[in-house]
């Protein structure tokens, strides 16, 4: 049973415009929601995180939007570049550091 | 520089061998995990550790083995009952407590059977 459903599987959008990646979850003990940028042969990279008590969170130019209630919640990559190609995978964990659950990953490129 | 090491990059078995993974982290972090990534998979957790001298099983724990005898290592073994080993190995670590906090990661291990 997959705890996180990731999607698109992959992504291609034009320079300037905004990537969206959309995650859903099924456990209601989850309470943080990291996203991780990968780029080929390199490990994940922490890119922003967001808890439940917040619907929204910013920073620089990307946006976590959080849904609670529909247990979604989403990566907006705003005026996405080429060297935002990568992959991105949406996670999530319970209370006590448990180990992350992560989705199946996005693909996406960015052309010029 | 503080960060996990993973070695070696690429590792190529043999048919019925076991081999090593090494993970070390100098971040003074308490707890270690290793996930198996295949394409199109994600991520998926192999065994964990929280502390010293205990470790739990993942999701995929079957075919690998791992020690915790210090708080800076975190091997990881890939047995011959592995049958499908050809995978892109990674190792994170991250504090404990009650609130969850980042997990870092290595640059990966590239296992490929031949």
């Known amino acids: 049973q997959q705890q996180v459903k990731q999607s698109p599987q992959s992504l291609i959008v034009q320079k300037g415009g905004i990537s969206i990646i959309n995650c859903a979850y099924e456990?209601?003990?989850?309470?943080?929601f990291p996203w991780y940028q990968q780029f080929p042969g390199k490990g994940p990279a922490l890119l922003i995180a967001i808890r439940p008590d917040v619907s929204e969170k910013k920073e620089g130019r990307f946006t976590i939007s959080f849904n609670k209630s529909a247990k979604q919640f989403s990566l907006h990559i705003m005026d996405s570049q080429p060297g935002d190609s990568a992959t991105y995978f949406c996670a999530a964990s319970s209370p006590g550091n448990t180990p992350l659950v992560f989705g199946k990953g996005t693909r996406l490129s960015v052309i010029a | 520089d503080g960060g996990i090491t993973q070695s070696p990059k690429y590792l190529f078995r043999k048919e019925g061998q076991n081999v090593t993974l090494s993970c070390e982290q100098n971040?003074?972090?308490?707890?270690m995990y290793w996930y198996r990534q295949d394409p199109g998979q994600g991520l998926r957790l192999i065994y964990y550790?929280?502390?010293?001298?205990?470790?739990q099983k993942g999701d995929i724990a079957e075919g690998y083995s791992v020690s915790r005898e210090k708080k800076e290592s975190f091997p990881l073994t890939v047995t011959s009952a592995q049958k499908n080993p050809t995978a892109f190995y990674l190792c994170?670590?991250?504090?404990?407590?009650?609130?969850?906090?980042?997990?870092?990661f290595g640059q990966g291990t590239r296992l490929t059977v031949v």
């Open positions: 550790s929280q502390i010293v001298n205990d470790f």
């Open positions: 971040l003074n972090h308490d707890a």
């Open positions: 456990n209601t003990a989850f309470d943080y």
């Open positions: 994170a670590s991250s504090f404990s407590g009650q609130t969850n906090t980042e997990a870092f």
